[in-house]
């Protein structure tokens, strides 16, 4: 859909656009660590007002977390993908000052559908997984409109 021939080079170019406007990863204080075609990792250091009145990460932001690496990483093909519904599953808390790292990757794409898991740690520790179900709306991301 788009004319950028080199995979790894619209995967970056994907990103930088979608990025631009990316006002709720950014807000989060989230970084967009590196994108390849179907891959993404985005960390996001713990802050204060991200904790809940357990003193633990608010697991709401764990997932804003993994879903903003799944739609970096479904997204790097070059046509504008959304998800369609997720799961995640929280196995660890983390904690003020922890930085956590999502690691995006495709697991299936079938027409216009998409599979997609991502893994959030703290260090070597998981903290969550993440299962994406996207679904392309067949319009190039470079061609959006921001």
Known sequence: MSEVADPMALATACAETMWASDRASQSLG????????????????????????????????????????????????????????????????ARLGDLLVADAREVAVRGRSGVYDVTVRCGEKVVAEFRGRSRSLGRPVLEEQR
């Open 30 to 93: 989230m970084v967009l660590e590196s994108v390849t075609p179907g891959r993404a990792r985005l960390s996001m250091a713990v802050r204060p007002d991200m904790v809940n009145g357990h003193d633990l990460c608010h697991g709401g932001l764990i997932a804003a977390l993994a879903d903003s690496a799944f739609a970096f990483a479904c997204n790097s093909h070059g046509t504008v993908t959304v998800a369609s519904g997720f799961a995640v599953e929280i196995l660890e808390p």
